[in-house]
């Protein structure tokens, strides 16, 4: 079975400055995706970055930045610079590559971290 | 026009009643999910249908119902709503996984917010 743990429900960040949310899995496929999204107050899921099992080096894009390390099966989202904008809900989620009766390639999702930015 | 739409955005209900929220895509994406969301729980799957004739059940099915009109649409359907089924719904797709890159996620639609009184 997959499961993603998100340890803080909340956490708060002054503008400008970095903020790292947390996240550790489990799972025994041998090949997984992570993934982070954030949902504002609007309540789309918005997708932000995608970390693969077997890549060598961290994802960035932009000011977010996935601190990926594995044998610890952890995978935490690195948001620098923080902006009033950022504040939302921010998901970890994962999906193997199980066909039928094992992972099913579908994404588990953590309960999530609420990040509020303060200027 | 949006990827993944979902209507209605938001419904109040009363208990007991039946209701059906749906989802179409223009995506092309052969598996659809219906999540549901709810404060401090984060998404739970309640179906997923990988084609028009493969529908599954999530963690949380009890009480809902599903079907697969044709590849693009996919609703869910409340039997006889509760209180307790209060929540932001979402529907979402993604391509095929097997071979493919794992770096295909989702594509989401906006929601839709539930309140069953």
């Known amino acids: 079975a997959q499961k993603i743990t998100q340890t803080q429900p909340g956490m708060f960040v002054q503008e400008k400055e970095a903020v790292t949310l947390d996240c550790t899995y489990d799972?025994?496929?041998?090949?997984?995706?992570l993934f982070w999204y954030k949902q504002p107050s609007s309540g789309e899921m918005i997708f932000l970055i995608y970390q693969g099992s077997y890549d060598q080096q961290n994802a960035t894009e932009g000011r977010y930045s996935l601190n990926f390390q594995k044998a610890r099966k952890s995978a935490n989202l690195v948001i620098s610079a923080s902006q009033l904008g950022d504040s939302a809900m921010y998901f970890c989620a994962m999906r193997g590559r199980g066909g039928r009766g094992s992972t099913l390639g579908r994404l588990y999702f953590g309960r999530g971290t609420q990040l509020t930015v303060w200027p | 026009d949006a990827d993944v739409t979902q209507t209605p955005r938001n419904r109040i209900t009363k208990t007991g009643k039946r209701i059906m929220l749906e989802c179409s895509q223009t995506k092309g994406h052969d598996r659809m999910y219906w999540y549901r969301q709810d404060p401090g729980l984060g998404l739970r799957l309640i179906y997923y249908?990988?084609?028009?004739?493969?529908?599954n059940k999530g963690e949380i099915s009890d009480g809902y119902s599903v079907s697969r009109q044709a590849q693009a649409k996919f609703s869910l359907s409340l039997e006889s709503a509760i209180p307790n089924q209060t929540a932001l719904y979402f529907c979402a797709t993604s391509d095929s996984v097997g071979t493919e890159n794992l770096s295909y996620g989702y594509t989401f639609g906006s929601g839709t917010r539930l309140t069953v009184v």
């Open positions: 249908s990988f084609d028009v004739k493969d529908i």
């Open positions: 799972t025994s496929d041998p090949s997984y995706g």
